[in-house]
């Protein structure tokens, strides 16, 4: 039988516990996971991509050896087929999401027909959780802790005691 290889593509910046809900949800449905941090260069992130893969590392670590952590850039149909990726999951909270990720799913089927999108909806305590939502409470200094795994936690307030926020005084 041949191996199910999974991608979970994300720009993860950072990384929230409801990644990790949809990355243990697919991992369930794939013999291999690889967890594929988007680097785009027009994207104005407040980790680099190095950094988002490390806080991604650390944060599915207690997945096991089935997970995988990569970076990539460029055009995802490409490295799913580079890496024999079978599915491609992505994460949908709401309506606004379904529409964007439809659209995206139909071009990326188009231009790699043997490729599967499957979309996978969080635990209902993360369907309001987003990378903004969150960095937002965290410059603001809001207890993030049950939003982000503890590394991310860490660095997120790292990263904020380090750059000056006027809304914070």
Known sequence: MPKIIGLY???FDPFTNGHLDIAKRALKMCDHLYV?????PNKN???TSEERVKLCESSTHGLGK?????SFNGLLVDYA???KANIIFRGLRAVADFEYEFQMALINRSLHKQIEICFLVPNEKFIFLSSSAVKEA???G???RGFVP???AKALRVRYAQSPNPSSR
């Open 150 to 152: 503890p590394a991310v």
């Open 66 to 70: 089935k997970v995988r952590v990569v």
């Open 142 to 144: 809001g207890d993030i």
């Open 81 to 83: 087929r580079e890496i």
């Open 36 to 40: 594929a941090v988007v680097g785009n």
């Open 9 to 11: 593509p994300g720009s």
């Open 138 to 140: 965290a410059k603001l």
């Open 45 to 47: 992130s407040t980790f």
